[in-house]
């Protein structure tokens, strides 16, 4: 009756399964992490415009490499692991200075684990 999905089908299915859920459970819930460490409105603000900037300069970074090695995969899979070892920085940063470094190695990293994947 049905057949069975092509593996690649299945691997991108599981990649965007697994970004998406970091991402879907990173959105309603990063501010309120970051009152919960003290930080105020503007510094919030701050942080979170970090991680939308932060990407301005880390996507064409993490392009221009993918594009002169032609190792792609190999760096998407390194970005991922990066991105996992400096999320875990977060649970070490406390005040506002240490978490605006962490976030911008976290969001630099981060973001073109997506924008390098194709099908």
Not at 7 to 31: D, E, I, M, N
Not at 36 to 63: F, N, Q, T, Y
Not at 83 to 92: D, T, Y
Request: glycine share 6%; hydrophobic share 65%.
């Amino acid at each position: 009756m049905f057949s069975r999905p092509h593996p690649t089908a299945v691997r991108l299915a599981a990649f965007y399964a697994a970004f998406f859920t970091v991402v879907g459970t990173l959105q309603p819930f990063w501010p309120l992490w970051l009152e919960a460490k003290a930080l105020d409105a503007a510094e919030i603000g701050l942080v979170l415009a970090i991680g939308i900037g932060v990407k301005v300069v880390g996507l064409p970074i993490a392009a221009h490499v993918a594009d002169r090695t032609g190792e792609r995969q190999r760096l998407i899979a390194l970005l991922a692991a990066a991105s996992v070892l400096a999320w875990a920085l977060f649970a070490m940063a406390d005040g506002f200075w240490s978490i605006v470094l962490v976030s911008l190695v976290f969001f630099s990293l981060w973001p073109p684990v997506m924008s390098l994947r194709k099908a």
